[in-house]
T-cell receptor
Framework: GESVGLHLPTLSVQEGDNSIINCAYS??????FIWYKQESGKGPQFIID?????DKRQGQRVTVLLNKTVKHLSLQIAATQPGDSAVYFC???????????FGKGTRLSVIA | NAGVTQTPKFQVLKTGQSMTLQCAQD?????MYWYRQDPGMGLRLIYY???????DKGEVPNGYNVSRLNKREFSLRLESAAPSQTSVYFC????????????FGQGTRLTVV
């Protein structure tokens, strides 16, 4: 699982601090967005999603912000914990019968 | 509830050999997908099946074939493996094609030597 993280942008955060992971999406017609977390050796896991008619959505310790004007998505993690260390992917979807398209990912490293 | 199950988890092939990666989901999802993941490349779509009986090419379909055997199962076949197909392969499923999350299997790590 470690090899899939090579050459990814890396964000290092102190335990307890807030993390912000950014994503620029590609298609102005995209109307649905998801953040996934991938731990070493595992498949991606759903964190939170947002539809294009919203600017912000909150979950447990996570918030997703959507700026359609500049095609930008961000994931905020509050009080980052060692268990948050992983690779994070954004994904976008547009139209009916189209699959999710993934970004290249960001590695989050939490410093204890 | 098993979710999305992939077999095998690991495989080593020689160049030119063939093999089939198996995927099954027990969530009654309509749509299924095969992605490959390479270092620094994120997840790239190989093929997908929007519903039982249909399949479509994704971003990187060359060298692969798929079969949607039934609603539960979606297999990926490499007819003549090449070193460039060394990758981690993920199967995923979704309840419907729009505004729903995809659920992923644990992956198959394939090495072609």
């Amino acid at each position: 699982g470690e090899s899939v993280g090579l050459h990814l942008p890396t964000l290092s955060v102190q335990e307890g601090d807030n993390s912000i992971i950014n994503c620029a999406y590609s298609n102005s017609a995209s109307d649905y967005f998801i953040w996934y977390k991938q731990e070493s050796g595992k498949g991606p896991q759903f964190i939170i999603d947002i539809r294009s008619n919203m600017d912000k959505r909150q979950g447990q310790r996570v918030t997703v912000l959507l700026n359609k004007t500049v095609k930008h998505l961000s994931l905020q993690i509050a009080a980052t914990q060692p268990g948050d260390s992983a690779v994070y992917f954004c994904a976008e979807n547009w139209g009916r019968n189209t699959p999710l398209v993934f970004g290249k990912g960001t590695r989050l490293s939490v410093i204890a | 509830n098993a979710g999305v199950t992939q077999t095998p988890k690991f495989q080593v092939l020689k160049t030119g050999q063939s093999m089939t990666l198996q995927c099954a989901q027990d969530m009654n999802h309509n749509s299924m997908y095969w992605y490959r993941q390479d270092p620094g490349m994120g997840l790239r779509l190989i093929y997908y099946s929007a519903s039982e009986g249909t399949t479509d090419k994704g971003e990187v379909p060359n060298g692969y074939n798929v079969s949607r055997l039934n609603k539960r199962e979606f297999s990926l076949r490499l007819e003549s493996a090449a070193p460039s197909q060394t990758s981690v392969y993920f199967c995923a499923s979704r309840r419907q094609e729009r505004n729903t999350e995809a659920f992923f299997g644990q992956g198959t790590r394939l090495t072609v030597v």
